[in-house]
Every structure is written in C-alpha cells, then in structure tokens.
C-alpha cells in the first residue's frame, strides 16, 4: 500500500562521519549497520552543492513555503568552521529565492567555542546540544574512547550557547534515557542549565535487541518519563519538553509533535557526507542497509526518494502500523511508536518494542490531565466569548472597507464596552448575532458584500435606544421566560426555512402547544428540561421538521410544533446543546480515520456521528442496547480527547438513570 508523495520539509545533512566521542548508546557506530565506515569523513564541495539545488528543486517543485537543514554526523563540528560555512552560503544561495531556510546543527558540543557561534549566527543556525543530565548520568554513556568525562565540555558549551549575544541560536537540549539513572536528578541538573526545550529521547532498540530493562519490568521507560513528568508538572511546566507536550497536543485531539510519537506521515530524509541519500538514520538499528535507498543527490531528485517504498511506509498513518496498533485506543498518541523499533524478524510489522511503556505513558499523562469540559455557565460564557471574537474578526477582516456607516457604528460600540466592559453582552449573547457574523464572514470570504447594518441594531440596542423589536415570550414556571423569536431576519440558519411571522392568536396557539409538550418533558425527564432551563432563551417556529440546530450562538432551538413529540424535543435540546460544546472544547480530534456500527445507522459512523447519535439518545430508555453498545466504543475511540472522555463518562452515567427509570417505569 502506498499513499500520495509527501514532500521533505526536514533534511539531515551529514557534514562529517566521525565523532570525538565514544557513546555506547550510539545508533550509529553502536547498530548494526556499519555503512558509515565507508564514508568519506567530510562532506565534499560537490555533495553541498547539488544538495543544495536538489533541495530548492524539491521546494520549488512543492512550493514550500520553508525547510529545515539538520546538520549532523557524527560529530557536524568536526567538519570545521570554512567547511561549514560553506555549507551555509551553498543552502542559502540556493534556497534563498525559493523557500524560508531554517539551518540547524545537533552537536555534543564539545568543539563549540566563539568561532563557531559567530559563524552560526551570521546563517542563523540554530544549535541543539546532547547532553544526558548530571555528570553521573551523562557519565554513563557519554564519554571519551579513553573513558574520560564529557561532562565538563559540554557545559562549557551550553555556558557559551545561553550567553546574551548567543542565546537566540539555543534550541535546547537532548537527553537520551537510561532507566538507570535518576530521572527526578536528570531533569533537575537539565532545568539548571535553563534550556528553551528539553527533548527525551528513547534509546533505539529492537525486538530483535531490546532495550535494556534491569528490573524486568515492562512498563520501566514509562514510570522513568512519568517521573520526570510529575516533576516537570508539579513545577508549573517551566520549559517546554516535547515528549510531555506531544502526548499532551495528541491528548487534546492535536497533532504529534515528534516522529517517535503520533500518526503524522515523516517528511525527513538523510544526506550522507559522499551524497548518498538515506532514510532515517535511526533504521541503521534494525540491520545492514535498513536506511538505504540506492539514491544520490547527483543522480536523483529528492521526490525520487518520497516514491521511495520504505520512506511511503512510513507516512500511511494508521494504515502503516499493524493490525494490533489500529485497535489500540492510545494509537493516536503512540502512533505505534517509532518505526525502527517495531522490527522484528525482517518485518516492521509490530507493535513497538516500547508498546507497554508507551500505552503506560500515554494513559499516566491522561490520568493526570484534567478535563476541561465547562459548565453550563462557562459554556455560556465560552460561547459569548466566541461571538465577541467572531465581530472582532470581521472588523479585522473588513481593514477599513466597512464604510461610514460600519465605522460609525463601531466607534460606539467601542464606546459603550469603554463604558462598561460587559455593556455590549446582553446583545452579542443573543444566538441570531452570531448567525449574522457568521454569514458577514462568509461573504468576505468569497468576495460578496456583506451585510453589516446590524451591528446598528446591536448597538442601539445596548444603548438602550430601541433597535431590536420587543418579542413574545412563554412563561416558565421557576425559569425565566422563553423568547418566541419569529422575527429576527438571520434566524433563517437552520438548514429548514423558518415560519413566517405569527400573528396574536397564531402565537398563543403556538406557545400553548409548546407548554404542554414542556410540561410532558418535566413530568418524563426533568433532567432534560433542569438542564435546558439553564441556558434555553429563545425559540424559533420552523415552517416544519424536527426540533433543530443551526448556525447560531447557544440559546436557541428551532422547531414546528405540529406533531411535536417529548422524545423530539428532549433530542433536539441535546443536540443543540452538543454543538455549542463542540464549538468551544475540542471533543475528538478531526481525523476521521476511524468508522463505527450503531444500532440506529444503517452506515458506519465516524466518531463525531456516534458521539452526535449516543448524545442525543442516551436521555431515552427506549435505546438502551444501542447506546450501551455506542458508549463501549467510544470508551475505546482513539480520536477522544480528555474532555471528550470526559463527557462520555457523564454519558454513562446518564445511560444508567435513563436505564433505572425505564425499568422503574416497567
């Protein structure tokens, strides 16, 4: 299986091939592939620059807007400072007139001195140092061929990269994990030296070499990284760690922040110093010739290596990890881990070596997590704040085109929240502003002229100067009044057309016809109508159809109250109620990678439609089974967020009294 060509917005550029260090963790003199001994030690001047025009080829041909350049080794500092110049005046010149050039360099910092640094900021190379904790730690791995300590040099190096004049290059720093070592220590010696981000890396390992667990235990990495977590947490998240903030994004329905974690497809390939191109260097662990393409930058195009089948298995998503990953609630988080590491036998075709410690880690950060699910109150106010963003937008987006007229009206709306800063809420919290905005915006958006005098209503209205018409209202025994709103010209947004004006007797009919359905839903759910009396304001006639939701702020329901049932009307709350959810918390990522079977749909759904369907079914007893069955699969959806978890969980225990009170009824 194969996916359309992602282009590379991220090359590794080996600049040199050897290092000044002997690190036994090493993935790349410590794998088993040994290809590097064969390269020549520096980059040549031909490798640079026809990296550097296959590279703008590459960016030219995908119109990307920017690339990142990776220099690396071995050791990229070995290469020596007019090497490396070099390096930086051939990308430049090449990609200048095409894409945004974002030159990194991943160093042990042990060569860094002045001399570098100046160059680094001329090019404006950023510079990532590996460094394992304190000495001890780093100790363990990080040392001299002779045995001798790295420790001192590197700090000597990260002293150098946070001085003032420096301290724009520093990206931060790397530390590999040994579960060995203190992770509370690690941390803490890592935060002193006050980096812009910590990165923890596990360390490459396969099923054929696994990596080393001293205890035994299978969870070993996890319980190490969710130390480091809690301490990291506890203190308030001083910096940024990508790892924590990855699992934490994919959490909260976002993308993957990193490689080794998320679904997202690579966009990384490897230029070796004699020009060779490679995929990802970590692949070197699994077996001789893993990363290799049988590509060059003298004879091949960069898209040559994205058709590249081992590079394309790698950017599938959920259909490039194995069958037992694709049934794993965490996979969005996981993404199955790294690749490299799910080798086994000569197939990629496995959980990850680290899949227990990766499922531990993911739910540890998920049970520390706290939902965000408001409220009906911050709902309200969540949705208010919306609407007041949304007018803002559009006074943005008008840039001065608005005319006098909009100007004018502006200014005193300004004036008014300079009054008071809640003096414009009574109006903006009036669902149908935000149907206007909404349909304001969408004009700009395609070049229609939209309509803006209502904001003079709005205003007025907030003034107190009339603008808005007086409406009748139903009465709600201990709740305010319903607002029946058969007049607002952008209540037309509920995907059926609205009733016509009504006259006097049309609308006591019509509101008697509504209170006595009202009164049937406090008598057969009165969680339904408590919960609705808390944020339902205003109602609309529709012409016909179920109760419905449209583009609107909450408040309001449209509904025909011809043949208008209890079962109807409790399903039509909820579902009004779910889009204002949705509009302010984040419920379920966006992938619609995943389908679902519900007893209700005769097609299979996506994760957003069964949380839709089971939302607004659960209330009803008559779907029990059904929405038993839907629950228990979004208790394993992977899309779910931690408040999309969250309000599953209170569907739950809404299916549980729905349940008692059917059977209570029986």
Known sequence: MTGPLVPFREIVLKV??????????????????????????????????????????????????????????????????????????????????????????????????????????????????????????????????????????????????????????????????????????????????????????????????????????????????????????????????????????????????????????????????????????????????????????????????????????????????????????????????????????????????YCTDLEALVRGIEERTPSALPDNEELAAAQLELTRTLLARLNADLAGRGGARWDEAWALACLVEERSPEGLDPVLSRPYARSWLLGALDALREGRAPELDALDGLVAAARGDGGLPPLRTIGRDGAPALVIDDLDPYRDCFGTPPAGRLGEAASEEWGRAFAGVWAALRRELPAVAEDAEQWLTTLTPLAAGEPAAGRHALGALGLAVEGLSVDGLARGLRRAKLRALVEVADLYAQDGAWLYAAGWATEPLTVSELLAGAYERVVLGAYSGEIRQALELLDRAPELTVDGKSLVADLWKEWGAASRLTEKRR
């Open 16 to 353: 040199h091939s050897r290092c000044d260090l002997a690190c036994d963790h090493c993935y790349i003199y410590e794998s088993a592939d040994q290809s590097w001994s064969t390269r020549p030690k520096t980059i040549s001047d031909e490798a640079i620059r026809q990296t550097a025009l296959r590279l703008a080829e590459h960016a030219r041909t995908h119109a990307l807007p920017s690339v990142s350049v990776i220099l690396h080794g071995g050791e990229p500092l070995l290469a020596g400072p007019a090497r490396l110049r070099r390096v930086c005046e051939e990308l430049t010149e090449a990609l200048g007139p095409v894409a945004e050039l974002d030159l990194r360099i991943h160093t042990n910092g042990l060569q860094l001195s002045p001399r570098y640094l100046d160059l680094f900021d001329e090019f404006n190379v950023r510079v990532g140092i590996s460094l394992d904790g304190d000495q001890a730690s780093n100790d363990r791995h990080r040392r001299f061929a002779d045995g001798r300590s790295s420790h001192p040099l590197v700090l000597r190096a990260v002293d150098l990269l946070r001085q003032d004049r420096y301290a724009h290059l520093n990206l931060g720093l790397l530390c590999t994990i040994d579960v060995e070592n203190d992770p509370v220590a690690v941390y803490d010696a890592l935060l002193e030296l006050d980096p812009p981000r910590i990165d923890f890396l596990l360390p490459h390992a396969t099923w054929d070499e696994p990596p080393h667990r001293p205890t035994g235990s299978p969870t070993a990495y996890a319980d190490w990284i969710l130390a480091a977590y809690d301490r990291w947490d506890g203190q308030g998240r001083p910096v940024p760690v990508r790892l924590f903030e990855s699992v934490i994004s994919t959490l909260n329905g976002g993308p993957s922040l990193t490689e080794s974690l998320g679904l997202a497809p690579t966009d990384l390939v490897v230029v070796e110093t004699d020009g060779t191109l490679e995929q990802v260097d970590s692949l070197k662990t699994a077996y001789e010739g893993a990363a290799a393409t049988g590509f060059d930058v003298f004879r091949n195009a960069f898209d040559e290596v994205a058709a590249h089948p081992g590079v394309q298995a790698r950017q599938l998503g959920l259909d490039g990890v194995s069958e037992t990953c694709r049934a794993c609630p965490v996979v969005r988080s996981c993404g199955g881990g790294l690749y490299t590491h799910r080798y086994r036998d000569g197939s990629f075709d496995h959980e990850s070596v």
